[in-house]
């Protein structure tokens, strides 16, 4: 019940393209559900987050759909770039504690 | 936002051996938490560190780890003695009370040999 399910394992999509990243969850205390970019070598990095009472949320060119019913939630990537080409992790939180991460996604987007 | 400094950035160990791993956190944050990843895995959750005390600890996290603040600043994690499928990357994340999001370190590399 734990567990953050992430899908697709990877993508590959062309520069202007819309990238859509699914993630569900089975536990309803959650809370809080963050999006992380990883570079190689690197740290994962906040890159949106949203709550339960909202259904979307959009900053820059990252959008975050949630349905609650379905305990579903997805990342929108708009005119994608090169440089998102990275892995990127769904993640849930209760109280903002400690995060549960999906299995991550590996992006890539081709000029 | 202040970055969390991690070190050293590659550890290499034989197994048995203890290893340190260092984080600087830079601020006046009160939760502190320690993450891995295995190569091409994903992040796992190993300890929460609240007000300098464990308040919850996976699975992972058994007696051969532990995690300290010693001077108030420095926040480190002791493995004992290593073994191989200790290899991966660890991350050392911090936030504040009403600060909503994570900040991750860049992470100490971790191979056992």
């Known amino acids: 019940q734990q567990q953050v399910k992430q899908s697709p394992q990877s993508l590959i999509v062309q520069k202007g393209g819309i990238p859509i990243i699914n993630c569900a969850y089975e536990n309803t205390a959650f809370d809080y559900f963050p999006w992380y970019q990883q570079f190689p070598g690197k740290g994962p990095a906040l890159l949106i987050a949203i709550r339960p009472d909202v259904s979307e949320k959009k900053e820059g060119r990252f959008t975050i759909s949630f349905n609650k019913s379905a305990k579903q939630f997805s990342l929108h990537i708009m005119d994608s770039q090169p440089g998102d080409s990275a892995t990127y992790f769904c993640a849930a939180s209760i109280n903002t504690d400690k995060l549960i991460f999906g299995t991550g996604t590996r992006l890539q987007v081709f000029p | 936002e202040p970055e969390v400094t991690q070190t050293p950035s590659h550890q290499v160990t034989q197994m048995g051996q203890e290893v340190i791993l260092r984080c600087v956190p830079i601020?006046?944050?009160?939760?502190f938490y320690w993450y891995r990843q295995i190569l091409g895995q994903k992040v796992e959750f190993l300890v929460s560190?609240?007000?300098?005390?464990?308040?919850?600890k996976s699975e992972i996290f058994d007696d051969q780890f532990s995690v300290e603040r010693p001077d108030g600043s420095n926040f480190t994690l002791k493995i004992r003695s290593t073994k191989l499928e200790d290899s991966a990357m660890y991350f050392c994340a911090r936030r504040g009370e009403t600060n909503y999001g994570y900040t991750f370190g860049s992470g100490t590399r971790l191979t056992v040999v």
């Open positions: 560190f609240y007000n300098n005390e464990i308040s919850e």
């Open positions: 601020s006046n944050h009160l939760y």
